[in-house]
C-alpha cells in the first residue's frame, strides 16, 4: 500500500464532514487528503481552508478520471450515496461509508456486491462497534456470563426536528429514505447485533411524528425484537428533545447477570454498571469505568480505531473491518423490517444478522 494512504473526501457539508476531517488530520502522518468532491451542490461552506486548494471534482466519474487517491471516505445523502461508492469500489478504490450507508437493505446489497466483487477494504461509519464498553457487553455475553440472555433495553433520545430545521436533508424523504431509525436508531440497532450475536426473528414496531413540528419522516418510534436465543430486545428513541442534546442508555438482563450501561456519563468514557449472583450473602457489584475520551475528530477514541482498522484491511487483502458490508446489509434489512412492521401495523417474521 502506497505511503501516505492518499484520500478523497466526497462530501463537504455533510453534517459530520468537518469532524471526519478532523478525525483523519490527527489519524496520523501516514494519511493525506489529497482530492474532494463537494457534492451538496457544489457547498463548501464547511471546507477548511487547509484542504482549499485541493484538486476538486464535479462527480464521482471526474474524481476516479483523474484524482489522485487511494481510497474514499463518502458522506453522501442516502439518494445518491449508494452508486457513488459502487462506482468507487469498481475502480478499485477503498471506501469508508458514513452512516447510515443507504437508505434501504436493497442498496446496501447493491453496495456490497460491488465490494465483494472488487475485493476493496470497506468500512462504515457505525463507530459504536470500536467503543470498549460495549466491546466487554458482547465478551460478556460470548463467556456466559449473562446466563440465558433475557432482554436487551435500548433508548436513545436526542434533539427535536426543530433544531435542524424541517426542510433540512435528513427529513426529506426522497434523499434520505426514512428518518430517525435511518439516521441515528441505526447505530443501536446495529450494535445489538453486534454486541449479543444472534439473530433477529420478529419485529413489532410503531414509528411516526410525535413530537409537535410536522416533519415529512418520522421522528421517533419504538420496536420488540425477537432474538434467535429465545431473549427480547426493544428500542424507545426519537428526536425529541427540546435543545441541542442527547441521551441514551442500556440494560442487558440475563438470568445470571444484569448490567446497566450509561455510554455518556460526564467525565467519563461511559459506565458498566455490573450486578451479579449472590452467593453466601456477598454480591457481585461492579463499577466499570471507560477513562474520559479527549481523542479529537468525530466519535473520539471510536472513530480514531474504526480510521485505523480501515486503513489497516486496505493494506492486507481479504482482511474485513469490524464492520463489513455484510453487517451493513443486515442492519438496513432491519430498519427495513421496522419500516414495514409499522406500516402494515403487525409482526413481521425475519431472519436477520449473525453473520
Not at 457505525?126 to 449473562?146: I, K, N, P, Q, T
Not at 432474538?227 to 440494560?251: D, M, V
Not at 464492520?323 to 414495514?340: F, G, H, P, R
Amino acid at each position: 500500500m502506497p505511503q501516505p494512504f492518499r484520500i478523497a473526501f466526497v462530501g463537504i457539508d455533510h453534517p459530520h464532514g468537518a469532524h471526519w476531517r478532523e478525525a483523519l488530520r490527527d489519524a496520523g502522518s501516514d494519511i493525506e487528503l489529497t482530492a474532494i468532491m463537494p457534492g451538496y451542490d457544489g457547498g463548501t461552506a464547511s471546507l477548511e481552508e487547509r484542504y482549499a486548494d485541493l484538486p476538486r471534482f464535479k462527480t464521482v466519474d471526474e474524481l476516479i478520471a483523474g484524482g489522485e487517491f487511494d481510497g474514499a471516505v463518502v458522506c453522501l445523502p442516502n439518494d445518491v450515496g449508494p452508486d457513488a461508492m459502487i462506482a468507487l469500489a469498481k475502480a478499485g478504490k477503498h471506501v469508508l461509508a458514513e452512516k447510515p450507508v443507504a437508505g434501504s437493505g436493497a442498496d446496501a446489497r447493491r453496495i456490497a456486491e460491488a465490494v465483494g466483487e472488487s475485493g476493496v477494504a470497506f468500512q462504515n461509519g457505525y463507530m459504536w462497534r470500536y467503543d470498549e464498553a460495549a466491546r466487554r457487553l458482547r465478551r460478556m455475553v460470548r463467556d456466559g456470563s449473562f446466563g440465558k440472555l433475557i432482554s436487551v433495553e435500548m433508548a436513545f433520545v436526542t434533539s427535536d426536528v426543530k433544531r435542524r430545521g424541517p426542510d433540512h436533508y435528513l427529513f426529506d424523504a426522497q434523499a434520505s429514505g426514512g428518518g430517525f431509525f435511518s439516521w441515528l436508531a441505526c447505530h443501536f440497532l446495529d450494535l445489538l447485533l453486534y454486541v449479543t450475536g444472534e439473530q433477529v426473528v420478529g419485529v413489532t414496531a410503531r414509528c411516526g411524528v410525535f413530537g409537535a413540528t410536522p416533519a415529512n419522516v418520522e421522528d421517533g418510534g419504538v420496536a420488540i425484537l425477537d432474538l434467535s436465543g429465545g431473549g427480547i430486545a426493544t428500542f424507545l428513541g426519537g428526536y425529541w428533545l427540546p435543545r441541542w442534546a442527547g441521551e441514551s442508555r442500556w440494560t442487558i438482563r440475563g438470568s445470571e447477570r444484569w448490567v446497566h450501561w450509561d455510554p455518556s456519563r460526564p467525565d467519563t468514557g461511559g459506565v458498566l454498571e455490573i450486578h451479579g449472583p449472590k452467593p453466601q450473602w456477598h454480591a457481585m457489584e461492579e463499577e466499570f469505568i471507560v477513562p474520559a475520551d479527549e481523542t479529537p475528530g468525530y466519535g473520539g477514541r471510536k472513530g480514531a480505531a474504526l480510521i485505523e482498522d480501515w486503513i489497516d484491511a486496505a493494506g492486507q487483502s481479504g482482511r474485513a473491518c469490524r464492520n463489513t458490508a455484510a453487517s451493513t446489509v443486515a442492519t438496513l434489512e432491519l430498519i427495513d423490517t421496522i419500516y414495514e412492521s409499522s406500516r402494515e401495523g403487525r409482526r413481521i417474521e425475519c431472519r436477520i444478522g449473525a453473520e
